[in-house]
């Protein structure tokens, strides 16, 4: 385990807000008392529990047995038969949902389109037949590098559909991230676009996907769909239109019943060593969690229309855009574009003008939202909203009370949720109606989920001392390896605490029992909610030509929660200046994605190193965020690199 067993925790917040009696009262969870005999329940017997809920679903041959640990390996549902697409779409097809909108779509430059359960059915069943024609088998990997369009749902539906699984490569990505991300998933079909829309500029989609693909010898053909109507290279043989395969096909393409250990779908994630790492989620226990929490902690009901800002890119677009939000028969709000075009209102604008009663977004958007001012959301109609909701890193409280104040009204309920890309689906969280809340925690774990905060040698920590956050047992959504590397998966988070899920965050809990996360304990930053690797950025620096050696930090920015800063050596021969600086930015951008990009370079003729030759990036955090350094610093080989680094800043 990295670091130190003295993480601090020095937030201080008193302020409780109970749950509004009216929302209580019309709340799928009630009381705090309700939660509680939910817990419970789910403690005495975690099996019986999740079992109940996945019986509200549709299965075509019932699972025979609930659990199956053999650790760290989890079957959930074990015998079982089903399909998420068919419980998103097929099953409210059968009901008075068939003609609800299921997804209204808000494109960037302000077109909109509404498709109904039937009509999701339809679209979904026929680009299940075009992936079936271009030769996708139940099992192929299907890889998926697109705008926040309609299609981009439709695809992975389809994907679902069939039992093709899906690899999401966020479109902020470099077509290099992308040929190694679909190299390693040996993806048969890529999904693009020609271009998307991002901040009233054109994003070269199919340009990336040209450049990657040359790359990458499994990949057969390339569907692009006509979104910008840019010049576009088609190569014959291997890319064709959406639009003309799709008029082609029959809207007809029955649900594949799948075993509920079928993989739905896999998502890179960074870690900290090396390469991405291919999360694997199969498709029963994250179809079930995603469900159950969607409507426990959205409390959707079926009048209610639901906005998540996430991209389908990163999880929680998949799990609460997609998969959870509609198999519960929900209305979908998808926006394609950024928040502040054409300018800092159009968020808001989308919520009058669509009449949302749930907005889910993130901490890093809201520090922008009060950094654009007041007079945005004031302009709009908020009078739909009953309840909002925010996850991706630590909310400060003020952050919190601003949107309380700005946009709930003092009257919306505000759910921060933790969990990551590992877990599935969100796993600490208030229920609106059942929860009183502290600006900055999280509050409880679901029910069933055995969670705890640990030291090093894995012993209980006391209330409100920092520590590890663990999980014990297994819970339905948890990832089930890493893409053909089971013992990484083994490595990287059931190997720090003897038969315990290690999460990499740190927390404490409260006297109230309430867990407040402080966020990532070893070396990933994340930046405006996209959390990297800061391997992975280092990778990229050294493979520029002038570098020896690059250390890259997080430090604290108020919008985008951490920036990167790089700690750079250059070989010999090569003098450092703003020019090469901001060539290693845009170099950076390139390898991996401009989001990437550090916030300043810093050279330096060496990097503070461990006697071991470990970099020492707790000192250069302090360093980049302007810190007297206070850490142990007797393994520190050469105190005067120290030294150095912070004359330089002066
Ligand atoms: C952080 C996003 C505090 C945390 C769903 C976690 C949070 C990482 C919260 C996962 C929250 C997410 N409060 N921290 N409500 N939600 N995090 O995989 O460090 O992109 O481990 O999944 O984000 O990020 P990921």
New binding site residues.
């Given amino acids: 385990m990295s670091s130190s067993d003295q993480i601090q925790s020095v937030l201080k917040e008193d302020r409780v807000f109970a749950p509004n009696p009216d929302f209580a009262a019309k709340a799928h969870v009630k009381s705090a008392a309700e939660r509680e005999a939910m817990t419970k329940a789910a403690a005495e017997d975690p099996e019986k529990f999740w079992a109940e809920i996945a019986g509200e679903l549709h299965w075509f041959e019932p699972w025979k047995k609930v659990l199956n640990w053999k650790a760290p390996f989890a079957e959930w549902f074990v015998g079982g038969k089903t399909n998420i697409a068919y419980n998103c779409i097929d099953r409210h097809c059968e009901t008075s949902r068939r003609n609800k909108a299921a997804i209204i779509w808000e494109g960037e430059p302000g077109d909109s389109r509404v498709l109904t359960f039937a009509d999701l059915q339809r679209e979904v069943s026929r680009f299940s037949n075009v992936l079936k024609a271009l030769g996708v088998e139940k099992g192929d990997r299907v890889g998926v590098y697109m705008p926040m369009i309609p299609e981009l749902a439709i695809t992975i539906l389809a994907c679902a559909r069939i039992g093709a699984t899906h690899s999401v490569v966020f479109g902020g990505f470099s077509s290099d991230a992308l040929r190694d991300r679909m190299n390693d998933a040996e993806a048969k079909v890529v999904v693009t676009a020609d271009g998307g829309y991002r901040r009233g500029g054109v994003v070269d989609l199919k340009v990336n996907v040209d450049t990657a693909v040359d790359e990458c010898p499994t990949v057969k053909s390339v569907v692009v769909v006509q979104r910008t109507g840019q010049d576009v290279t088609m190569k014959a043989g291997r890319d064709v239109w959406w639009h003309e395969k799709m008029a082609e096909a029959s809207d007809v393409c029955p649900a594949e019943p799948l075993d509920a250990e079928h993989p739905l779908f896999i998502l890179y ?1 960074s870690g900290t060593t090396g390469k991405p790492k291919g999360v694997v989620h199969t498709t029963g226990g994250y179809m079930v969690h995603t469900y159950a929490t969607s409507r426990w902690v959205f409390d959707l009901k079926d009048e209610d229309t639901y906005f998540c800002t996430a991209d389908i890119g ?3 677009g998949h799990s609460y855009l997609v998969y959870g939000i509609l198999a519960n028969g929900a209305t979908s709000v998808m926006y394609e574009g950024a928040p502040n075009y054409p300018k800092p209102d159009r968020l808001w604008q989308i919520i009058d003008k669509y009449g949302v009663s749930i907005f889910y977004t993130a901490p890093t958007a809201i520090r922008s939202f009060v950094k654009w001012g007041n007079e945005w959301p004031r302009k709009y109609r908020f009078d739909r909203l009953r309840l909002l909701g ?6 400060n409280p003020e952050a919190w009370i601003w949107y309380n104040r700005e946009i709930g009204h003092e009257r919306c309920p505000i759910v ?7 877990t599935g689906g969100i796993l600490v969280t208030p229920f609106p109606g059942a929860t009183p809340t502290k600006p900055g925690s ?1 509050t409880l774990p679901i029910p069933g989920l055995d969670m705890e905060v640990v030291d090093k040698n894995g012993v209980k920590v006391g209330a409100n001392k920092g520590g590890f956050l663990i999980i014990r047992k297994p819970w339905p959504g948890m990832m089930r390896t890493i893409y053909k590397d089971p013992e990484r998966f083994k490595e990287q988070y059931w190997s720090q605490v003897e038969g315990a899920y290690f ?3 740190g927390a404490r809990q409260d006297e109230d029992g309430y867990f407040w ?1 402080m ?2 304990i070893d070396d990933v930053v ?1 930046v405006s ?1 996209h ?1 990297l690797g800061t391997m992975e950025v280092e990778s990229a620096l050294v493979s520029h030509n002038t570098v020896a050696e690059a250390a890259v930090v997080g430090r604290p920015d108020e919008i985008t929660g951490q920036a990167i800063e790089a700690f750079v050596s250059l070989e010999s021969g090569n003098n450092p200046s703003d020019e090469l600086a901001e060539e290693l930015r845009q170099h950076v951008g390139k390898e991996i994605g401009s989001f990437a990009k550090p916030a300043k370079i810093r050279f330096a003729d060496a990097l503070p190193k461990t006697r071991s030759g470990k970099i020492m990036r707790r000192l250069l955090r302090d360093i980049a965020s302007g810190s007297e350094t206070v850490g142990d610093t007797t393994t520190l080989e050469d105190l005067s690199v120290l030294a150095a680094l912070r004359d330089d800043d002066e």
């Fill in positions: 994630t990163w999880v929680t925010t996850v991706g890193e630590p909310i921060d949720t933790w969990w990551q890309t590992e999280a999460t990499g965050d996360i966020g990532r994340n909610g959390r």
